[in-house]
């Protein structure tokens, strides 16, 4: 078989060699507790020490006490939501947006059968929210408000700290899921509003099972798991210390390779898009293209369906995602792709490629030249699709039962 | 990545009879544009003998829809109708080596594209019966209007009562905040799992039911039976009534139901069922009691 490329790098990536190496003293000779008075403590305590200063580079915070370690991206955002709950219990309200990640919308829904009163911004066809309907919602029951920096699916940017302003001029706190942004587009807390922020090392090359809560010095706190006082007690339970080693390393390569993440790998995703698009008609690009991540483009396939794509690009050792959710069991396209009102015959035929700096433009074309015969295979077996483009009105020619 | 077996990948890599078929003379489509599966499926009928001599199809959907549509022609083709019309969605499946739970419903398309051409080549009004909705209990394969018409049947309450009626919930636990909630849709709140509604919900010898001669309790039996033979049957399996022995009912279990683990869990269901049927209280036992007892 070909080698293998690997273009879902927003679903996870590749540890970096040189993060494995760091961490594997960590295993061994370095095994002790941090917390310990001796020796093999001690050494722990300062590599924790320098992996925190790292995070805190990476995402220019005041301070590294604003740095707390969680296990993955998911526990900082519970944390965040859950905290600001409870620290500010006359408030029951949260705003949010109707794209996030199921690790704050699962739980957002959880929280409103609790009472909890959640609005969630709609975007436009674009993925775009309204900055005026967000501003008519800032209000003094608004415990939290939770907006993703940028969209797992599409790459989509919201104005987070934008949005973080306007919220801190009402006095009401401002958390951002930016697990898909950290490590990809700059970030400088210490200049923003922002009061807390989600991050997961396995998006940034780093290991999974580790996160970082960024936690703005003087904000009002409870935390989600009690016990010891690691993490000054915010987040108790021995560190994770080889993953938060390993995190830290891939903060510091993060950063040095900030450039190229928005020079090289853009313009390999743009190279791809461009070459797909170029090749495969009734095709479209899903999401604001003007902001969004460098690494990230959706692409909807119209008259055809993912997991088909999928299999035939695995088939020849790509590696991609679709935004229908087939294979999670249920049926329906993904919550981003209906809440853009994209069209269930392009929804279900879009495919996310998300590229790394590990991709090359070797691999890009090898890409551009597999997708077209694949999208044209599976037209062929459409009932959508005639020889070479759609049926005439393609809705009205094809109208299954119980559709 | 996908749990398909071997059949259906090779069908869906390279399907048979794709494509328009120019000559049909009985067509079906069906499947949902929303849930991402539709599948238009073409006959060319023999007049005289209701031969199927080709069958073609053309679907939007995800691998295992089009290696079972791909399956379907194959099965059918050189058939009657009416020996067509006996393929179920179970041989389809079976055709193809299995297909993971939440693939099901692609097999159940491809019958539905069956019973849909037939119609249309007959000329005759095609009413689908299908309703399904988002797979909930994984282990079991039981989805959200298989569960809420359950709980809507036979006025279940609790957590318990649904696994008991329908086995979802029974497995890896996953599933229970979602049956509470349709639960909580049915009812209007969560009545406490604890103490199963004894008294309360199973009506027990009521004196207000008049009392039914030996003849029509056996036929109420048997009729109660009947209502739920179609969900055994969904698991592959099937109940039968072999004795009435006063209070005793022995009922031979076959297929999925038999000897597996949730036999008890099913003969307690079907109990629960000819209590509140008959109104007393009696006992269901396996066939197997009535030899050895
Ligand atoms: C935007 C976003 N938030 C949260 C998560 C969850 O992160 P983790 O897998 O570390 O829990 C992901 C990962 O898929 C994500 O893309």
Redesign the pocket.
């Known amino acids: 078989m070909m080698t293998p490329i690997y273009m879902d790098n ?3 990536t590749a540890c970096d060699p040189a993060v494995v190496e760091a961490m594997l003293p960590f295993f061994t000779e370095q095994f002790g507790n941090a917390s310990s008075i001796h020796s093999f403590g001690e050494q722990v305590g300062k590599a924790l020490k320098e992996a925190r200063g790292r995070v805190q580079n990476l995402l220019g915070a005041a301070h590294d006490s604003e740095i707390v370690f969680t ?7 519970s944390t965040a939501i859950l905290s600001a709950l409870k620290a500010n219990p006359e408030r029951r309200t949260i705003i949010t947006t109707v794209v ?5 919308l699962t739980l957002c829904d959880y929280l409103e059968k609790e009472g909890v009163v959640v609005q969630r911004l709609r975007v436009d066809k674009r993925g775009r929210i309204d900055l005026d309907e967000y501003k008519s919602l800032l209000s003094e029951r608004v415990a939290l408000v939770s907006a ?1 920096w ?3 699916e599409t790459g989509t940017l919201f104005p987070v700290e934008e949005m973080a302003e306007m919220a801190h001029e009402k006095g009401i706190p401002f958390h951002t ?4 942004a950290v490590g990809k587009v700059p970030i400088d807390l210490k200049s923003t509003r922002i009061d807390m922020l ?1 991050c ?4 940034l090359h780093a290991p ?4 970082v809560l960024y936690l703005r010095r003087n904000t009002r706190f409870r935390p989600l798991l009690r016990g010891g006082h690691q993490e000054r007690g915010r987040r108790a339970g021995t560190e994770n210390s080889a993953s938060i080693v390993g995190l830290g390393v891939a903060c510091e390569l993060a950063q040095q390779h900030m450039e190229t993440e928005n020079t090289t790998v853009k313009a390999l995703r743009d190279r791809l898009q461009r070459g797909i698009l170029a090749k495969v008609n009734n095709a479209f690009v899903n999401g604001d293209t003007v902001h969004r991540l460098p690494n990230t483009a959706s692409i909807a396939f119209e008259y055809v369906e993912g997991e088909g794509i999928l299999l035939l690009l695995n088939k020849q050792g790509i590696a991609a995602s679709s935004g229908s959710a087939c294979t999670s069991g249920s049926l329906e396209p993904s919550h981003v792709m209906r809440a853009m009102g994209i069209p269930y015959t392009a929804a279900h035929g879009t495919i996310r490629f998300s590229l790394s700096r590990y991709n090359t433009e070797e691999e890009v074309d090898r890409v551009i030249a597999a997708v077209p015969p694949i999208i044209a295979q599976l037209r062929k077996l459409s009932p959508y699709w005639s020889v070479d483009g759609p049926v005439e009105s393609p809705e009205r020619a094809f109208k299954p039962a119980y559709a | 990545m996908w749990d398909y077996s071997d059949k259906v990948r090779e069908h869906f890599f390279n399907p048979r009879n794709s494509g328009p078929l120019t000559d049909a003379n009985g067509i079906g489509d069906v499947g949902s544009i929303k849930c991402g599966d539709a599948l238009r499926l073409m006959l060319k009928v023999n007049p005289e003998s209701e031969i199927i001599e080709d069958a073609h199809f053309q679907t939007f959907g995800c691998g295992s829809a089009i290696a079972s549509s791909s399956a379907l022609t194959e099965m059918i083709k050189s058939k009657t109708l009416d020996q067509a019309l006996q393929v179920s969605n179970q041989d389809i499946a079976d055709y193809l080596d299995g297909l993971p739970p939440e693939k099901m419903h692609c097999s159940v398309m491809g019958r539905e594209a069956l019973h849909a051409a037939v119609a249309n080549y007959r000329g005759e009004a095609w009413q689908d019966d299908h309703e399904e909705g988002d797979l909930v209990c994984k282990c079991f394969a039981i989805d959200a209007v298989m569960i809420e018409e359950t709980i809507r049947g036979n006025h279940l309450k609790t957590m318990a009562d649904v696994t008991n009626y329908t086995k979802a919930g029974g497995g890896c636990s996953a599933c229970h905040e979602k049956i509470e909630d349709i639960l909580i849709a049915v009812n209007g709140r969560l009545y406490s799992s604890d103490a199963p509604q004894k008294g309360k919900t199973a009506p027990v010898e009521s004196p207000v039911k008049p009392k039914l001669t030996n003849y029509q309790r056996i036929r109420k039996i048997e009729e109660t039976l009947e209502a739920i033979r179609p969900m055994l049957q969904r698991d592959h399996g099937d109940v039968t009534l072999v004795e009435v022995d006063g209070k005793k009912i022995y009922v031979a279990l076959s297929g999925a139901c038999q000897g597996c683990q949730m036999e008890s869990a099913t003969l307690g269901g079907i109990q629960q069922k000819l209590i509140e049927a008959l109104g007393e209280l009696l006992q269901v036992l396996p066939v197997g009691a009535l030899a050895t007892g």
């Open positions: 927003n679903a996870t296990s993955c991206g998911t526990e900082s955002d996030e990640h199921p690790a704050i993703m940028a969209n797992n899921d930016a697990v898909q989600s997961s090392g396995h998006k999974k099972g580790i996160g």
